[in-house]
């Protein structure tokens, strides 16, 4: 296998290293000969994260990007000797969890050496009384629930992606699990962090329920996405595994009423572990065999706890969903969803077809979130090319949604995939901002969304790239994500 035959798809700025066997040697010396490699094999394995375009580009001969080195490190301190290196030779450095996500985030666009964080798999110590486990931060998000799970407990992050990813990924990424509207995200679950910093000193954040104790630092780290530090051990919140489960579903006239039920549900600080709205489109495409289900919205919810609490939450989701025009389905469609939930193949079976297709995850208060739903639909399908367009929203809160909208089309001549993908995102997002959403609610920003973090967040990013610049002077941690940087490595 030659590299060369690949077209690189970001290669305006990859780094060219003059002297690769004099970083190679250091490098040994650092992790011994097992645990780093310069293979074609290996560079081809780590050019991609899961981002579904690059399925497309795979069928075309193209790759991302190229790393130059592959690490496996086994200890903080290979990590933080790694990126002491990084630093005097001005080599850019990606931390690499799993590589399921979605934007680009653990693509090496400039080359480099990436850390994998696969040998840093253990759970270290699960401590009952405080209701906490602490765990390296390469684990797999299945190996850490099995293991919890083993013991009578959950953390309660279950991403669809719970076989494909990795602990720090899910930090890194702040990340959001199906069970989400009870247990929280990943910022909710996080106690206690180990960070190595891009200059490679070693801090520890201690495990607390909560203090006050000046801006909390750690948080810095969480939505960090390998460009502040190297996450390589988390404390996490857990539960007892819930004694019992209620499986609920009914169907609406329409979105708007959909939400209506489940912002009551909300208000009277009911938390169903899992609730999913499907629009019309995606009930029709999971439900084909209800008959109740045409033309309607469903919702299926699930409770879980102790058993009184499971009665009571049953009884007054039940209540609301009756008053809001709600019309029950009984349990078989949240046992379809617990069925299939991990079940992803339809999108990777699009790309042979030259369908062009994608998810995307936005959020937005409830006062505005039928118009964020609808005006994304309207821009997308107004959009030459694109053949479908659906959502489902399955992250809740009190006070608003994230909605996750899925597309699917064929470039019209002359247009290439790529061009046409981004321009269904740009399409997308513009109506999030115009209807006053934010740009991402759980998959990040990498690179499919950094040209729109300026106007996310407005002159906040200007200190945002102020604080990258003081942690990471060379700019070597994870260089083409988040920020758009303004100034070049080695440059201070
Ligand atoms: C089929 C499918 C379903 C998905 N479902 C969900 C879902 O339900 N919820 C959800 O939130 N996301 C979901 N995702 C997206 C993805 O799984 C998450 O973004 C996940 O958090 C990425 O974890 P990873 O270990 O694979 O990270 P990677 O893809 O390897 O890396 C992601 C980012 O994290 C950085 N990173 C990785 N490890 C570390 C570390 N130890 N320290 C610092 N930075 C690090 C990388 O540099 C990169 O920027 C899904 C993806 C797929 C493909």
Redesign the pocket.
């Known amino acids: 296998m030659d590299l060369k035959q690949f077209e690189l798809i970001y290669k305006e700025n990859r780094v060219k290293i003059k002297d690769k066997s004099n970083i190679e040697s250091k490098l040994e010396t650092i992790l011994g000969s097992n645990n780093y490699s310069t293979k074609d094999i290996d560079i081809l394995a780590y050019s991609k994260?899961?981002t579904l375009i690059g399925f497309n580009w795979e069928i075309e001969g193209k790759v991302a990007g190229f790393a130059d080195f592959i690490t496996w490190p086994e200890t903080v301190e290979q990590i933080s000797e790694i990126l002491k290196l990084a630093n005097q030779e001005k080599i850019p450095v990606?931390?690499?969890?799993?590589?399921?996500?979605?934007v680009g985030?653990?693509i090496p666009i400039y080359g480099g050496i990436i850390i994998d964080?696969k040998k840093f798999n253990k759970v270290l110590v699960i401590n009952e009384k405080n209701l906490t486990v602490t765990a390296e931060?390469?684990i797999n998000g299945m190996n850490l629930e099995r293991h919890l799970n083993a013991k009578g407990f959950t953390s309660g992050h279950i991403?669809?992606?719970l076989y494909?990813?990795?602990l720090?990924?899910?930090?890194?990424?702040r990340?959001?699990?199906?069970f989400s509207t009870k247990y929280g995200k990943i910022e909710d679950i996080i106690l206690g962090l180990e960070v190595v910093l891009p200059l490679g000193e070693i801090i520890n954040f201690k495990t607390i329920a909560r203090a006050s104790t000046g801006p909390q630092l750690d948080k810095l780290f969480i939505g960090?996405?390998?460009t502040l530090?190297?996450?390589?051990k988390a404390t996490l919140k857990i539960w007892p595994y819930p004694e019992k489960r209620a499986l609920i579903s009914y169907v609406f006239p329409s979105i708007e009423s959909s939400f209506d039920a489940v912002r009551k549900i909300l208000r009277e600080q009911i938390y169903p572990a899992v609730i999913r709205i499907y629009d019309k489109f995606e009930t029709a495409r999971h439900f084909p065999d209800i008959d109740a289900v045409k033309d309607k919205v469903m919702i299926i919810f699930l409770c879980e706890g102790t058993s009184q609490l499971v009665d009571l939450e049953e009884k007054i989701t039940k209540e609301k969903c009756t008053r809001n025009s709600g019309i029950e389905c009984g349990k078989g469609p949240v046992e379809h969803w617990l069925e299939t939930r991990f079940r992803?193949t339809e999108t990777s079976s699009m790309p042979p077809y030259k369908i062009v297709f994608d998810t995307l995850e936005v959020a937005t208060l409830w006062d505005n979130a039928a118009e964020v739903y609808h005006l994304v639909l309207k821009s997308m399908n107004e959009f030459k090319g694109v053949l479908m367009t659906s959502a489902h929203v399955s992250h809740f809160y009190p006070n608003g949604v994230g909605i996750y909208f899925s597309f699917g089309g064929v470039p019209p001549k002359g247009t290439s995939d790529f061009k046409f993908y981004q321009e269904c995102w740009d399409t997308t997002i513009k109506a999030v901002l115009d209807a006053g959403g934010s740009i991402a609610h759980?998959?990040?920003i990498?690179i499919n969304r950094s040209h729109w973090m300026d106007k996310e967040w407005g002159v906040a990013m200007k200190t945002m790239r102020q604080i990258k610049k003081v942690l990471d002077p060379n700019n070597i941690l994870?260089p083409g994500?988040i920020y758009l940087e303004t100034w070049k490595r080695g440059e201070n």
């Open positions: 994260d899961s990606i931390p690499y969890g799993e590589g399921s996500g979605v985030g653990a964080m931060a390469g991403p669809q992606s494909t990813s990795s720090g990924g899910w930090i890194a990424h990340a959001a699990g199906q960090g996405e390998g530090g190297v996450v390589t992803v759980h998959h990040g990498g994870n994500k």
